[in-house]
């Protein structure tokens, strides 16, 4: 590790699980996650008949959380930050569970309200995904959170006593969900929305879904429609997904459950009222969709050590390349910012009115600032391994289109402009054109790579002309740009096969900038 990094322990203490995560940051703000375990505690299920904990429940929470703050300081964490929610929150002991769980682990255990839990779980989906307006609601074990956030700023919030496992422990039966159980849970949670008029006032905002139940829902979702992209986060579920699941997962016994391809064996049983509870507030709140978000609670804790300033959405992809080129990234960052002005600047000389310009700046922006990430595995035929970064790499501020198409690119590249089969595996999630649309960045990135193939910044600026069929390159340099303009004879093919424009240029060689 690096000097200039430190490490931060986030310790979850949820009612379904307890996680530990233990990030690495840069002063700068970035970070990446290093470490990860989970361990399953079905905490609310400890809670006895008078709403207590009891000691033998407490006492067997002690050594996971004593080998978690372990992990932590064999990691050399300067913070660990151990946050419990709504299991012990609601007990009615829950200072004593704390108390005695300070004494015998070491840690300094934070309860969190319901206010904070969804305020936390708010800054952990802002800084994930670039979406202004919408709701977001987080079901966990013991308590379901919803927040209506609009301009990207927190307006309400509500926690339910009611969550997946407390919800299972009531109301299902020893041979599983009746009719009868599902409707009594969905008119408790009902009952507890009819008190919030704002739940009801925003009809058609996007569902942003925290959680392992919506997780969960999302891999069955995507095992069904043979999804071709394994990434749970930025994936929507629609309506009819939802209503499917209500629908199938309670008529279903748990061997059947446990069956489905995507769900994992310690949710079998809870994520029958997980996906009641979903549907019920999906249909309350009326919104279009359900979009998961792999980032919350936990890091929003993060954030909040770290002091991370709200980014506003456009940033949010910004900040996630800036995380990437931190710990990843092998080649000059000046380079990659010439690169990124070069490309730019083509493509707003050539991209044509009525054309989704701030999708194609957004892809370009990427694909220039991340085309050689791939090198820190392997120099040579880096751009394979940058396609595989591109479809993996932690860039939820991207929608899931995006990323292919940033994966296209990279693989339009590697592949001198030939399409592959890459495409067609992905057309599910693909649009008409795309194919096109990534080739004719590809086209404009290798162009201003090949401006820059020396990796020492000689062209000073780059003005174009246009006429016909022909687009001129005016190129300012302050040496003689010999590397740059071999590249460019090269990357001349590329354009003019995407483009269908000839390119030519001129080079005047300047002392002065």
């Known amino acids: 590790m690096n000097d200039n990094r430190s490490t931060v322990g986030i310790i979850d203490i949820g009612s379904n699980s307890i996680r530990v995560v233990v990030y690495e940051v840069t002063p700068e703000g970035a970070y990446r996650v290093v470490k990860e375990c989970k361990e399953s505690a079905r905490l609310s299920e400890k809670i006895n008949a008078d709403g207590n904990m009891t000691q033998e429940g407490m006492m067997a929470i002690v050594p996971v959380l004593s080998e978690f703050r372990n992990i932590c300081t064999s990691y050399g964490c300067v913070r660990v930050r151990v946050a419990a929610t709504a299991a012990i929150r609601n007990a009615g002991n829950a200072l004593d569970i704390v108390e005695t769980l300070n004494r015998h682990t070491g840690l300094e255990i934070e309860l969190l309200s319901g206010e904070e839990e969804a305020y936390f779980g708010f800054m952990g989906v802002a800084h994930g995904i670039g979406v202004s307006h919408g709701f977001i609601i987080d079901i966990g074990g013991g308590s379901t959170e919803i927040t209506l956030f609009r301009n990207r700023e927190l307006l309400h919030s509500i926690s339910l006593p009611i969550g997946a496992v407390n919800s299972n422990y009531k109301y299902a039966g020893a041979s599983g969900w009746s009719d009868q159980a599902s409707l009594q849970l969905q008119n408790e949670v009902e009952s507890h929305l009819r008190n919030y008029a704002w739940l009801s006032s925003h009809p058609d905002l996007p569902l942003i879904g925290l959680g392992g139940t919506i997780r969960s829902l999302g891999k069955l979702d995507q095992r069904r429609s ?199 595996y992905h057309n599910s999630i693909l649009k008409d054109q795309d194919d096109k649309l990534a080739a004719r960045l590809a086209a404009l990135l290798e162009i201003a790579i090949a401006l820059d193939s020396s990796e020492t910044q000689p062209v000073i600026s780059v003005a174009t002309e246009r006429y016909n069929k022909t687009l001129l390159l005016k190129i300012k340099c302050r040496t003689q740009p010999y590397i740059e303009l071999r590249e460019l004879d090269t990357a001349a093919k590329a354009f003019h096969k995407a483009w269908d424009i000839k390119l030519k240029w001129e080079v005047l060689v300047s002392s002065t900038p």
């Open 226 to 424: 043979k999804y071709p992209l394994k990434v749970t986060h930025h994936y929507e579920l629609g309506k009819e997904s939802i209503d499917y699941y209500a629908d199938l997962l309670p008529s279903i016994s748990v061997e059947q459950r446990r069956r489905l391809g995507g769900l994992s064996k310690n949710r079998v049983d809870i994520i029958v009222p997980g996906v009641l509870i979903l549907h019920t507030i999906y249909k309350y709140i009326k919104s279009r969709s359900c979009l998961i978000s792999g980032t919350g609670l936990r890091e929003g804790l993060l954030h909040d050590i770290i002091s991370s300033t709200l980014p506003e959405p456009q940033r949010v992809v910004e900040r996630q390349v800036g995380s990437l080129l931190a710990f990843h990234s092998t080649a000059s960052l000046k380079h990659l910012r010439q690169v990124n002005l070069l490309s730019g600047q083509l493509l707003e000389r050539l991209w044509e009115e009525g054309e989704d310009a701030g999708l194609a700046s957004r892809l370009l922006y990427v694909s220039s600032m991340l085309y050689k990430i791939g090198s820190s595995l392997w120099y040579h035929q880096f751009e394979k391994h940058t396609m595989y970064w591109l479809l993996n790499a932690p860039l939820g501020g991207l929608t899931h289109r995006e990323i292919v198409l940033a994966a296209l690119i990279a693989e339009h590249r590697a592949k001198n402009g030939k399409q592959t089969s890459f495409s067609l």
